[in-house]
């Protein structure tokens, strides 16, 4: 724990919109964290449920620690710079509403950084249900599974500090704001995904702190799976009309995996096509089917659950196809 004085205040950024359900989890584990010089802001995305009302509770009781700003543009690039903007600490914390930070998340973070490791550093995130039954239960075993969300060792995890692309919730050097710019207000999604390159081309580091851990609270339905997926994938390939180099190869995989089932559906009812061929070519959806049908009956056998293998097959499906689907209208967009 270092000695805190205020040229190291974490000046953290909550962007938020309609998070009733989770912001007070989310301030609570940042106040009680053990890292006390900090200020919380809140921009809130004129959200329509109790949030406001739940955040102004807060303000009035921690009057010197949170306040809230508006951001009526509401998308969330807009809010982190509203917030960037009006942050008064040498440290900027990039924060979720429907996040919990362990008790030592921004020390670790911290400790990292300024013992000259990294620029950014940033910790763990495990994925949570946010309702106790099967479907939000195996929503969030995927969301956390590395067939289901790639490679990203926030979600995988690290033995010791790492360096890496990308971290879910990262401490910032302010002075990174200051050289490189803010987020692009014109990418509604997928931001972080642009700025981490654009960081990582100027030559700043960011590590990865197993000791630091966030917890994530996961959508609980199939429709907001695929609604947050879809655009997901649609930011990923939209944003390079507007930015080169917006994204890595492996952000496209679910692209091709729905390109691959298109072609497969039209090849098969062409008839000159020969029949062995037609087999051959379903060869990798039937590995694909394998491979999500054992690790989804390995997460009902984790709960001891035999539904939580149906919700899990399902989600794994919506979780690919909606990213795929959202990236291929994506391109269109883009060309338009």
Same mark, same amino acid.
């Given at each position: ?63 010197? %620690? ?77 969301? %956390? ?95 390079? %009309? ?95």
């Amino acid at each position: 724990m270092f000695d805190i004085n205020s040229q190291n205040k974490i000046s953290i950024i909550i962007p938020v919109y309609n998070e009733e359900k989770t912001i007070s989890k989310t301030l609570e584990s940042l106040l009680n964290n053990d890292y006390k010089a900090i200020e919380i802001i809140v921009v809130d995305g004129m959200s329509t449920d109790n949030t406001k009302k739940i955040l102004e509770e807060y303000v009035s009781k921690y009057p010197t %620690k949170i306040k809230i700003l508006q951001n009526p543009k509401k998308h969330t690039p807009a809010g982190l710079n509203i917030g960037i903007q009006n942050a008064s600490g040498k440290y900027i914390m990039i924060a979720s509403g429907h996040a919990t930070y362990s008790e030592n998340y921004i020390s670790a973070c911290v400790e990292a950084i300024e013992s000259n490791l990294c620029d950014v550093a940033g910790g763990l995130m495990e994925t949570l249900p946010r309702a106790h039954n099967p479907k939000a239960i195996a929503i969030s075993e995927v969301l %956390k599974h590395p067939f289901g969300i790639g490679g990203a060792k926030y979600r995988t995890g690290v033995e010791d500090n790492e360096y890496v692309d990308t971290v879910a919730y990262g401490i910032y050097k302010k002075e990174i704001f200051e050289n490189i710019g803010l987020f692009d207000e014109r990418l509604i999604r997928n931001q972080d995904i642009e700025f981490n390159l654009r960081l990582k081309r100027a030559g700043y580091k960011i590590v990865l702190v197993p000791q630091a851990k966030s917890y994530y609270y996961a959508r609980d339905t199939f429709k907001k799976l695929w609604e947050n997926n879809y655009s997901n994938g649609f930011w990923v390939t939209h944003s390079s %009309k507007y930015v080169k180099r917006a994204y890595r190869l492996r952000h496209l995989i679910p692209l091709f995996f729905v390109v691959y089932l298109l072609t497969l559906l039209i090849t098969w009812f062409i008839p000159i096509i020969p029949t062995f061929l037609k087999l051959l070519c379903v060869i990798p959806f039937l590995l694909y089917l394998t491979l999500v049908t054992t690790f989804s009956l390995k997460i009902a056998h984790k709960h001891r659950n035999f539904k939580l293998f149906f919700y899990s097959l399902i989600t794994f499906l919506t979780l690919h196809t909606s990213y795929g689907i959202g990236s291929i209208f994506g391109l269109f967009r883009k060309v338009m």
